[in-house]
């Protein structure tokens, strides 16, 4: 979506104004019949007012604070607001529209126009009539002296790095394999300034990530280890913030075969974690906020080869832990694991790892939002919480009692890859939390990082979640 600025505005661009019911809009309005048929229609409490001036279209949109809401919860609506002027004005095939307020709230305006592009996403990759099918918006416009240059950058790179996030959940393993994977993030560093180095399948067996390396055997396709690193000058922290994705391009569940109906369909979202872990710094670069912040994405897809690993066997890991493999479908946190513990070596100020991990967190909390749970200081904890609730990718914080690790132990090795029946989300964090020594948050994204229908602005497919929450948890932590 292209966002431009205008001094004034021409009396045939197409307008959406924001106000309150007892604001002023007469100048917009063509005649006493467009006046009045307004006031009718805020009388019936319409929110949403739309005009047909024949050489334009004006909508009035009322944004009017609701006492049963909060300030996170009225910006939420005026995104939802956003994502359903962009279905009306692509119903009108308009390919510009200005977008202003009467009052002066910058967040509202921010709002309405991060829901507007993000329900203006498309993945047509595949169409071969993709062309007729692309929406017509293309242009968002403000008013110079209601928007600044700063604004638009910041909604630029935060709503591109969805966009890309999203492309990247979308590709199917036909073509996004680990190596793919690693090289659409190589490009994502070069657009967004920030670095990439990718360990391919030698240094990955030099470095004995037993983890990565077990849930690879059954692929033809080698695994990528790609380390991210974006650090600027002015970074505020002397310890970086470091992000680990899980970038399972594709998974079957391996020898531990998934059925296929509403399971193994939709798997080529199992990577999830990893692109909102690229999108997130993308968004961050793009933006320019003054945090050093460290990527670790392992990938691979998990496939039940002859020479898969089977449930049973017992991997060395890259710390030197050994796991029993009960499942090879809980290959997340085997490939995450030698992440967490490589992260070691950055002595860092926070981990904070993104995955697709548990069908136990989305049957817990549904699509509504994202598991989360970890060690890291109460006021980080509540920090990145309150940050969720912002920009409405919300955290569910579970326990992260260590009975729960208890639950873990093996009879044969030092842990197993399952627990019980019982807490499956949480023994999984607790799993993970072995190969740390450092503060650490994990965030289970199973139930919100792809839909089978759109929700307003999170389209379906793959919705880009956790690049906002992110991105809004560094502004706060660094501002």
């Not at 680990?178 to 990439?196: I, N, P, Y």
């Not at 009975?403 to 399952?418: F, T």
């Amino acid at each position: 979506m292209k966002i431009t600025h205008t001094d004034s505005i021409s009396g045939n661009e197409n307008l959406i104004i924001l106000g309150k019911k007892t604001s002023d809009f007469s100048q917009w309005l063509a005649n006493d019949q467009e006046k009045n048929y307004l006031k009718n229609q805020l009388a019936k409490e319409k929110a949403s007012v739309a005009f047909n001036q024949y050489n334009r279209l004006v909508f009035i949109e009322i944004n009017e604070e609701k006492e049963t809401l909060t300030t996170a919860g009225q910006l939420e609506q005026l995104r939802k607001a956003g994502a359903d002027l962009t279905r009306k004005l692509n119903n009108h095939d308009l390919e510009s529209v200005c977008l202003m307020q009467v009052d002066n709230d910058r967040n509202a305006l921010f709002a309405v126009a991060e829901g507007m592009i993000l329900a203006n996403y498309q993945f047509l990759n595949y169409f071969k009539d993709k062309d007729k099918k692309q929406n017509k918006l293309r242009e968002i416009r403000f008013l110079t002296n209601q928007f600044s240059g700063e604004d638009s950058r910041e909604l630029e790179a935060v709503t591109g790095a969805v966009y890309k996030t999203r492309d990247l959940v979308n590709e199917p393993l036909s073509y996004l394999t680990a190596e793919r994977l690693a090289g659409e993030v190589e490009k994502m560093g070069k657009d967004a300034g920030f670095s990439v180095e990718i360990l391919e399948k030698k240094q990955i067996e030099s470095l004995k990530m037993g983890g990565l390396l077990a849930v690879n055997k059954g692929s033809i396709d080698p695994p990528t280890f790609s380390i991210l690193e974006y650090k600027p000058a002015d970074a505020k922290n002397a310890e970086p913030y470091i992000l680990v994705g899980k970038g399972v391009v594709f998974d079957t569940g391996g020898l531990s075969l998934k059925p296929t109906p509403n399971s193994m369909d939709y798997m080529k979202c199992d990577m999830g974690g990893a692109a909102a872990v690229a999108g997130a710094i993308y968004a961050v670069a793009k933006a320019g906020l003054p945090v050093h912040i460290i990527g670790l994405i392992p990938a691979t897809d998990n496939r039940p080869d002859g020479n898969a690993y089977v449930p049973g066997d017992v991997i060395n890991m890259y710390d030197g832990t050994t796991v029993e493999v009960l499942n090879t479908d809980a290959e997340g946190r085997m490939i995450l694991a030698d992440a967490l513990a490589w992260a070691k070596q950055y002595k860092p100020q926070l981990v904070i790892d993104l995955a697709t991990l548990t069908g136990a967190a989305h049957v817990a909390i549904g699509e509504q939002g994202m598991v989360g749970m970890g060690n890291a200081r109460r006021d980080i904890m509540d920090l990145l919480i309150e940050s969720s609730f912002d920009i409405h990718e919300r955290i569910a914080e579970f326990p992260f009692w260590d009975d729960y690790a208890e639950m873990m132990k093996s009879d044969i090795a030092d842990l197993k890859n399952i627990g019980g029946r019982t807490a499956g989300a949480i023994t999984a964090g607790k799993f993970l939390e072995h190969f740390t020594d450092y503060p650490y948050i994990h965030l289970d994204i199973a139930g919100p990082s792809f839909l089978k229908t759109n929700d307003s602005y999170r389209m379906a497919g793959g919705t880009g979640v956790g690049v906002r929450l992110l991105y809004r948890f560094f502004k706060k932590i660094s501002g």
